[in-house]
T-cell receptor
Framework: QQQVKQSPQSLIVQKGGISIINCAYE??????FPWYQQFPGKGPALLIA?????SEKKEGRFTISFNKSAKQFSLHIMDSQPGDSATYFC?????????????FGAGTRLAVHP | NAGVTQTPKFRILKIGQSMTLQCAQD?????MYWYRQDPGMGLKLIYY???????DKGEVPNGYNVSRSTTEYFPLRLELAAPSQTSVYFC?????????????FGPGTRLTVL
């Protein structure tokens, strides 16, 4: 019940296209949904995050869409660029054991071709 | 600020050897974490700490130990290394206050056990 399922595993998009990565969860106690971006040889870094009281959050070319009733959320990258090529992890957080526990999806490897 | 630093970057161990992965942060974060990242599996929490002197097990603690004597340092100890511990290890930290869940990751340590 604490899993976060992420798809697809890998994604190839042409420059200028839209990249879409989807995640689903079961536990309605999750209260924070971040996306992390990881470049090869680096640690993950927070890209954008949303709380379940809003349905969409946009930061530049990156948008999170959140569907509370379906327990799904997705990352949209508009006008995808080769520099966006990275692995993207969705995550969900809930308070557990005195801290905000992060449950990560398995990751999506995005390649943006010029 | 250097953020979260980890040493070494790479290490090869023989089965049964021991080693300590070092992690330091200079952001005065109260919470620190150790994750392992296996291909296609996302990040799994090994241990976490909510402050100096306080540590607790995460999802996959077997074969590992931690200590946290100061706010800045959070070393991870592997005793009797096994091939199943071949992975990339990430240390992370966060300043846990209401509404702020962002975790900052180090660059990782790639460990191979042969």
């Amino acid at each position: 019940q604490q899993q976060v399922k992420q798809s697809p595993q890998s994604l190839i998009v042409q420059k200028g296209g839209i990249s879409i990565i989807n995640c689903a969860y079961e536990n309605t106690a999750f209260d924070y949904f971040p996306w992390y971006q990881q470049f090869p040889g680096k640690g993950p870094a927070l890209l954008i995050a949303i709380r379940p009281d809003v349905s969409e959050k946009k930061e530049g070319r990156f948008t999170i869409s959140f569907n509370k009733s379906a327990k799904q959320f997705s990352l949209h990258i508009m006008d995808s660029q080769p520099g966006d090529s990275a692995t993207y992890f969705c995550a969900a957080s809930l308070l557990s054991g005195g801290y905000n526990k992060l449950i990560f999806g398995a990751g999506t490897r995005l390649a943006v071709h010029p | 600020n250097a953020g979260v630093t980890q040493t070494p970057k790479f290490r090869i161990l023989k089965i049964g050897q021991s080693m300590t992965l070092q992690c330091a942060q200079d952001m005065n974060h109260n919470y620190m974490y150790w994750y392992r990242q296996d291909p296609g599996m996302g990040l799994k929490l090994i241990y976490y700490s909510v402050g100096a002197g306080i540590t607790d097990k995460g999802e996959v603690p077997n074969g590992y130990n931690v200590s946290r004597s100061t706010t800045e340092y959070f070393p991870l100890r592997l005793e009797l290394a096994a091939p199943s511990q071949t992975s990339v290890y990430f240390c992370a930290s966060s300043y846990e206050i209401a509404g702020n869940n962002e975790q900052f990751f180090g660059p990782g340590t790639r460990l191979t056990v042969l």
